[in-house]
Every structure is written in structure tokens, then in C-alpha cells.
């Protein structure tokens, strides 16, 4: 299974962005798939999480109401919309794929991960 992030850039602070993540080798609908985020200096933390049909979703409270994770299964293809940017959202962006776990904050239950995609905000 390979996944492939794009979608990163440099915005403005109030700007949006929208990163994908397509999945190549095995069908997205077998994996739930996650956004998790890396800055300088931190460990990798969980963004938004997304169930294997879509029907449940997951956000870490810093992002919610601002970001919106949604799948399309015909299309192989996650998705993260990102709203409201603020500089602090600025860092590396992965998404990864778990076979048997669903909306997990822990970056040990994911089995394949892209390789990032790079998000700067400035203000």
C-alpha cells in the first residue's frame, strides 16, 4: 500500500488549504485513514480521523470547527480542508492508513503512512 500527500503550500493567517492523500496497491475502503501533523522540534500529533465509509469522523479539539476530513472511495482518495489557518498549523502533514483501527489518536495503530506534505502559514 502506498499513499501520496499533496496539497501543502505557504498561506496567509485566515487562509485555506486542502491537502489529499491517494492510496494506490489496495482499495481505500479496507483502511479508516488519519491527518496527523509534524512541526519543528515536536512529536507528530493527531489531526482528524476518519471511519472506513466516512460515517464517523474524529478532530483533536485545536482544529475543530476549522478543519473537515472526508473520503471518496471511487477515487482512492482522503481528504483534509483546512479553513481558518492560523500560524500554529504550520508543520509537516502525513496521512496514514489503519487496517483495524478507527478515529485512534495513536500514530502506532497506523500501518502506512505518505510521505508529508508541507503546510506554512504565515501571519
Known amino acids: 500500500v502506498q499513499l501520496q500527500a499533496s496539497g501543502g503550500g505557504l498561506v496567509q493567517a485566515g487562509g485555506s488549504l486542502r491537502l489529499s492523500c491517494e492510496v494506490s496497491?489496495?482499495?481505500?475502503?479496507?483502511?479508516?485513514m488519519a491527518w496527523f501533523r509534524q512541526a519543528p522540534g515536536s512529536e507528530r500529533e493527531f489531526v482528524a480521523a476518519?471511519?472506513?465509509?466516512?460515517?464517523?469522523?474524529y478532530y483533536t479539539d485545536s482544529v475543530k470547527g476549522r478543519f473537515t476530513i472526508s473520503r471518496d472511495n471511487t477515487k482512492n482518495t482522503v481528504y483534509l480542508q483546512m479553513n481558518s489557518l492560523k500560524p500554529d498549523d504550520s508543520a509537516v502533514y502525513y496521512c496514514?492508513?489503519?487496517?483495524?483501527?478507527?478515529?485512534?489518536?495513536?500514530?502506532?495503530?497506523?500501518?502506512?503512512w505518505g510521505q508529508g506534505t508541507q503546510v506554512t502559514v504565515s501571519s
Open positions: 496514514a492508513a489503519s487496517r483495524y483501527y478507527s478515529g485512534s489518536f495513536n500514530s502506532r495503530k497506523y500501518d502506512y
Open positions: 496497491g489496495r482499495t481505500l475502503s479496507l483502511y479508516a
Open positions: 476518519i471511519g472506513w465509509s466516512g460515517e464517523s469522523t
